[in-house]
């Protein structure tokens, strides 16, 4: 069979499959996402014993799963209030730093002396256990409406920081991996100091082109939209700008779902840009799922 005709079944059977899940966890009052994840592990326990994805499958599902995760953070930012996440950002801080210290903790603790690991590895599980998925968090949190109150917001807050801080700690674990291959000594001050500092102007030089995008661009961008009432042509350019910023986030390594909550940031000052979230609807059914699948 042909792989093109291979693909459709797949992506046919997926989507036809969530959605039937979707409907019928709604009815039972659970998270949809659970049938989602379950579809994930019955599929690749397919693919274990029968190969029922084909070669070039996994670059496709995984495409269409980086999609998902930029339109459905894309989505949260464009109906947050940024200056309610940014109220809370002190007390999330504090709260982000006790869950990276204690799960990074006690993640190198379980590889390095109840394993019995050697550091390296310790490390990179410790790094990889002080991110929260904050696409798991935002689904299951909106399904209960609960993201725009005051816990909601402060629990983006704490993922959002969890996942940058994991990203810079990964960005620094593999920028002194050739140093701490020799052993940990005064040489690894200097790589460090590099690191974190080539992150840290990265950060920067994003949040300013965003304060300047939300300044001077949205807003009559958006009047000019309006007024030659090209509305179908609106959400694609939104959504086009939102692709943009999250491609942009990734260049500068930072996961992609941070860029497509960043982009919803952007336009959520306009209270008229929030029509838009409407428009996601079919995009937001159609490639969400594919995420956690």
Request: net charge neutral.
């Amino acid at each position: 069979m042909e792989t093109s005709a291979l693909h459709a079944l797949l992506i046919g059977s997926i989507l036809v499959l969530a959605i039937l899940s979707e409907a019928g966890l709604e009815r039972l009052g659970f998270p949809n996402l659970l049938g989602y994840l379950a579809l994930g592990v019955v599929l690749r326990e397919l693919d274990h014993f029968w190969n029922v994805v084909p070669a070039s499958g996994d670059h496709i599902l995984s495409f269409l799963s980086e999609f998902g995760i930029i339109v459905l953070l894309f989505r949260v930012g464009l109906e947050c209030k940024p200056s309610n996440l940014f109220s809370r950002l002190p007390g999330a801080t504090l709260i982000a730093a006790v869950n990276i210290v204690v799960s990074g903790g006690l993640g190198f603790v379980a590889a390095y002396d109840v394993i019995g690991l050697s550091l390296i590895p310790s490390l990179f599980i410790a790094v990889a256990l002080t991110t929260t998925s904050i696409g798991v968090s935002t689904r299951v949190w909106g399904r209960y409406r609960s993201l725009h109150c005051r816990d909601g917001e402060m629990m983006i807050d704490v993922a959002e920081i969890d996942d940058v801080a994991g990203v810079v700690l990964l960005a620094l674990l593999t920028a002194l991996l050739p140093y701490l291959q020799k052993g940990i000594g005064p040489e690894l001050v200097w790589p460090t100091l590099w690191t974190v500092g080539l992150v840290l102007l990265k950060m920067a030089g994003l949040l300013l082109v965003g304060l300047l995008f939300a300044q001077y661009v949205e807003r009559p961008m958006m009047r000019l939209l309006r007024a030659i009432q090209l509305r179908s042509s609106t959400m694609l350019i939104v959504l086009g700008i939102a692709l943009l910023v999250a491609g942009l986030t990734a260049m500068l390594g930072f996961p992609v779902a941070i860029g497509g909550f960043f982009a919803g940031l952007l336009f959520s000052r306009d209270k008229h840009s929030v029509v838009i979230g409407g428009s996601f609807d079919s995009l937001y059914h159609l490639f969400v799922p594919f995420f956690f699948v």
